[in-house]
C-alpha cells in the first residue's frame, strides 16, 4: 500500500513531488495519456509544436521564480518578441517563461515519482484509516494518504460522498484553442496579440517565434485561443462543428490583422471545458489531517500557473508540518 497517492498529472502534482516530505513514497494516476494537464503540448508531424494550454508562465513572486530556475533550469527559456493588446497596443512587458521542449516540459520535467495513465477516478471510500480507490478500468488502489490536484466539478463530484466542510464555490471557465499553421510568414510583428473586447478571439500566440527544434521552418505556427464568450457558445458542440468554428477564429485573426493570400497548411482545434477560474478563491488549499485528505489546484487560487504552485506549496508546508 502506498503512503500517497495524488490524483492528476498537472502542474500541482508535479509541485507537490517537490514539495512533500521525500521521505513518503508517491504514486500518481491521471486519466490522460501523458502528462501534463493544462500545460500541454501537441506535436504535429511534419509541421511542429503548438501550446494548445498554457501559453507561458509569467512570475510574479520571487519564491514562485526561484522555484523554477532550481527544478527547472535546464528544461525552459525566456520567449522573446513584442507582445502587446490588439485595441491599444500597449505592450505586455513581463517576463515569459517556456519549455523549450514544449510547455509540457513544466510538468514533464517536475514529476518524480511514478504515474499511471489512462487511470480515471470513479470513485472513493474511506475505512480502516485508510482510502480504496475505484477506478473506471475496474482496478482498486489502497492508500494511506489522498490528494486530488483535479479541476473544481470533477473534485466536488468525486468528493460528494464525503460531505466535506469546504465550500466549493464558483465554476471553471471553457476555452476553445485552435492550432494553425501557414504557408509562409505573415509578416506580423508580434510574437503574442492579447484582445481584450473581441467577441470571438482572446490570445493569438506566435508558435514559431519561440524557436523551438522540430517547427517547420518553411511554415508559420499560431495558437488562437478563443474568447471566453465564443467558448461558453461553442465549447459543448465544437467538435461536431469543428470546421464552423475554425473558419470563425481564423477569419477573425486575418480580417483583424488585415492578412491576405495566404494559404493553411494544417488546422485543428482543442477544448477546455475547465480552462481556469476567474473569482471565488476563500480556500488557497485543503486538508482534512482526520482523514488524510488535500486538495488543491490553480482553481482555489487563481487562474494561472503561479496559483498552482502557491496553492501546492501550501498544502505541502501544512501536510509536512502535521
Not at 56 to 79: G, M, R, V
Not at 152 to 170: A, R
Not at 209 to 231: D, H
Amino acid at each position: 500500500m502506498f503512503k500517497t497517492v495524488i490524483i492528476g498529472s498537472g502542474f500541482s502534482s508535479a509541485v507537490l513531488t517537490k514539495a512533500l516530505d521525500q521521505k513518503s513514497n508517491f504514486l500518481i494516476f491521471d486519466k490522460s495519456r501523458g502528462p501534463g494537464g493544462r500545460s500541454s503540448t501537441r506535436r504535429v508531424e511534419n509541421i511542429g509544436f503548438f501550446d494548445h494550454g498554457l501559453q507561458y508562465i509569467s512570475p510574479t513572486i520571487k519564491d514562485f521564480d526561484f522555484f523554477l530556475n532550481q527544478h527547472l533550469k535546464s528544461s525552459i527559456k525566456e520567449w522573446s518578441g513584442n507582445f502587446h493588446f490588439f485595441e491599444d497596443s500597449k505592450s505586455i512587458d513581463s517576463k515569459k517563461y517556456i519549455g523549450k521542449l514544449g510547455n509540457n516540459d513544466f510538468v514533464k520535467d517536475l514529476l518524480s515519482t511514478k504515474v499511471e495513465y489512462l487511470k480515471e477516478l470513479l470513485g472513493l471510500e474511506r475505512t480502516n484509516n485508510k482510502w480504496t480507490l475505484q477506478f473506471k478500468d475496474k482496478t482498486a488502489q489502497e492508500c494511506e494518504r489522498l490528494i486530488l490536484t483535479v479541476p473544481l466539478e470533477q473534485c466536488q463530484k468525486i468528493t460528494n460522498s464525503l460531505n466535506l466542510d469546504l465550500n466549493f464555490e464558483g465554476s471553471m471557465e471553457p476555452n476553445l484553442t485552435a492550432m494553425i499553421a501557414f504557408n509562409k510568414p505573415l509578416k506580423i510583428s508580434s510574437s503574442g496579440i492579447k484582445f481584450k473586447k473581441n467577441p470571438i478571439l482572446g490570445w493569438a500566440g506566435n508558435e514559431s517565434s519561440k524557436l523551438r527544434v522540430g517547427n517547420n521552418s518553411s511554415l508559420e505556427l499560431w495558437t488562437l485561443q478563443s474568447s471566453l464568450g465564443f467558448a461558453k457558445k461553442y465549447c459543448h458542440i465544437y467538435r461536431d462543428k469543428k470546421e464552423e468554428v475554425l473558419e470563425l477564429m481564423i477569419r477573425e485573426f486575418l480580417t483583424l490583422l488585415e492578412i491576405k493570400n495566404v494559404e493553411i497548411s494544417h488546422k485543428d482545434i482543442h477544448g477546455w471545458l475547465y480552462a481556469f477560474k476567474s473569482k471565488d478563491f476563500s480556500n488557497k488549499f485543503y486538508w482534512n489531517k482526520d482523514i488524510n485528505l488535500g486538495i488543491c489546484g490553480d482553481w482555489m487560487c487563481g487562474p494561472k500557473a503561479e496559483d498552482a504552485w502557491s496553492s501546492a506549496t501550501l498544502l505541502a508546508n501544512q501536510i509536512n508540518n502535521s
